[in-house]
């Protein structure tokens, strides 16, 4: 019989060393620590150097995950790796399939901005209840430092470096609980990192674009109404699918954006903050890695244990928001 439930039999992350902080930022926009801290909660972040590839890192996350859920890179036969921010507008992803030598395994990239790593998720889901792959590697990395502007004070101190990664196993028994993703492309201007092209002319008839890309670009306010309207509804829909309440969740780890959208969230979920795990003060905003990053570190610290019931949700760029109730661990662990 083809097992087609999902288990998460391993995690890992990987952060470039150079920490910066908000001091060090003070020197560089009007800010200061009290602002950074007060309204986000962030008070360090790492950022990766100019020789440092997203594939580097996304592949160093990659092998800790491996190694945790001992499967040979020779097993995986899907790599995804949700990014925006890839070493190459073509995805990332084949380099970090050929870093690791995991010479069977299709791989490409996947953008959902911060809900990367929750699209991620579901879509790896989709391919082992379908009974068509056995060993998922899902990776969510992001190098945000090279598309923030570093003169804008409103960005530049929100965001880091770094990537996480999981392993999704086909298992006899189904540790994905229940998903909901979403999307509303009407509020797309909220949140961009948009292509500027200039018209260039070819020929007397032919004028193409050609241009690069802009710098991050929020609107602060909107962006955070939107994640404390949408995400405790979007885990309440993710609940109803697992036939839970909020009550049975052990760990919730939202997208690290902000400590206030984190706290308002698990309020109006009735969640305790200490079942809420949050690194934001030591990493900042890390995009697609952000939620990835925060499991491996709680499991590594020995916070999240097999069987425990955990709440993940990603909200950004798109508009982009889905929630995913799941078991960690390998049923047998
Ligand atoms: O990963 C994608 C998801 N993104 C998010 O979830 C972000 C959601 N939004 C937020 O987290 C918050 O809106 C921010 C942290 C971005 C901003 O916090 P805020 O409490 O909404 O501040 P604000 O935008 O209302 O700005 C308040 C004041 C303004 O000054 P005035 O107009 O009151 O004089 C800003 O110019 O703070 C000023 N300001 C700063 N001051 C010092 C903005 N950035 C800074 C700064 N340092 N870095």
Not at 32 to 46: C, F, N, P
Not at 234 to 260: C, P, S
Not at 271 to 288: D, F, R
């Given at each position: 019989?083809?097992?087609?439930?999902?288990?998460?039999?391993g995690?890992?992350?990987?952060?470039?060393?150079?920490?910066?902080?908000?001091?060090?930022?003070?020197?560089?926009?009007?800010?200061?620590?009290?602002?950074?801290?007060?309204?986000?909660?962030?008070?360090?972040r790492?950022?990766?150097?100019?020789?440092?590839?997203?594939?580097?890192?996304?592949?160093?996350?990659?092998?800790?995950?491996?190694?945790?859920?001992?499967?040979?890179?020779?097993?995986?036969d899907?790599?995804?790796?949700?990014?925006?921010?890839?070493?190459?507008?073509?995805?990332?992803?084949?380099?970090?399939?050929?870093?690791?030598?995991?010479?069977?395994?299709?791989?490409?990239?996947?953008?959902?901005?911060?809900?990367?790593?929750?699209?991620?998720?579901?879509?790896?889901?989709?391919?082992i209840?379908?009974?068509?792959y056995?060993?998922?590697?899902?990776?969510?990395?992001?190098?945000?430092?090279?598309?923030?502007?570093?003169?804008?004070?409103?960005?530049?101190?929100?965001?880091?470096?770094?990537?996480?990664a999981?392993?999704?196993?086909?298992?006899?028994?189904?540790?994905?609980l229940?998903?909901?993703?979403?999307?509303?492309?009407?509020?797309?201007a909220?949140?961009?990192?948009?292509?500027?092209?200039q018209?260039?002319?070819l020929?007397?008839q032919?004028?193409?674009?050609?241009?690069?890309?802009?710098?991050?670009?929020?609107?602060?306010?909107?962006?955070?109404?939107?994640?404390?309207?949408?995400?405790?509804?979007?885990?309440?829909?993710?609940?109803?699918?697992?036939?839970?309440?909020?009550?049975?969740?052990?760990?919730?780890?939202?997208?690290?954006?902000?400590?206030?959208?984190m706290?308002?969230?698990?309020?109006?979920?009735?969640?305790?903050a200490?079942?809420?795990?949050?690194?934001?003060?030591?990493?900042?905003?890390?995009?697609?890695?952000?939620i990835?990053?925060?499991?491996?570190?709680?499991?590594?610290?020995?916070?999240?244990?097999?069987?425990?019931?955990?709440?993940?949700?990603?909200?950004?760029?798109?508009?982009?928001?889905?929630a995913?109730?799941?078991?960690?661990?390998?049923?047998?662990?």
């Amino acid at each position: 019989m083809i097992n087609t439930g999902i288990a998460i039999a391993g995690s890992g992350s990987a952060t470039p060393s150079v920490s910066v902080d908000n001091h060090a930022l003070s020197q560089l926009v009007e800010t200061s620590d009290e602002w950074i801290a007060s309204r986000t909660g962030i008070r360090y972040r790492k950022l990766a150097s100019a020789e440092t590839t997203l594939s580097a890192i996304a592949t160093r996350a990659a092998q800790q995950a491996l190694s945790m859920a001992q499967v040979d890179p020779s097993e995986i036969d899907l790599i995804l790796l949700a990014t925006s921010t890839a070493d190459d507008l073509f995805g990332s992803a084949g380099q970090v399939q050929a870093q690791l030598g995991a010479t069977q395994a299709v791989a490409f990239d996947l953008t959902a901005a911060c809900s990367g790593f929750v699209f991620g998720l579901v879509t790896a889901a989709q391919f082992i209840r379908t009974g068509v792959y056995r060993n998922v590697l899902l990776i969510g990395a992001d190098v945000m430092s090279r598309w923030v502007d570093w003169s804008d004070r409103t960005t530049c101190v929100l965001f880091g470096d770094g990537a996480g990664a999981v392993v999704l196993q086909a298992s006899e028994c189904d540790r994905l609980l229940g998903f909901e993703l979403r999307s509303d492309g009407n509020q797309n201007a909220c949140l961009n990192l948009s292509y500027q092209p200039q018209p260039k002319a070819l020929t007397d008839q032919i004028t193409i674009g050609q241009g690069n890309y802009q710098s991050v670009t929020m609107n602060g306010q909107e962006v955070y109404r939107f994640a404390v309207t949408k995400v405790p509804e979007v885990i309440e829909k993710a609940l109803y699918r697992a036939n839970m309440g909020a009550e049975g969740i052990d760990w919730l780890i939202l997208h690290q954006a902000n400590q206030r959208i984190m706290d308002a969230v698990a309020q109006r979920l009735n969640i305790p903050a200490e079942k809420v795990i949050s690194n934001l003060a030591n990493y900042g905003n890390t995009s697609a890695a952000s939620i990835p990053l925060a499991l491996d570190e709680a499991v590594r610290e020995g916070k999240i244990q097999p069987g425990d019931v955990i709440a993940v949700s990603g909200f950004g760029a798109g508009l982009s928001w889905g929630a995913s109730i799941f078991q960690w661990g390998k049923p047998s662990s």
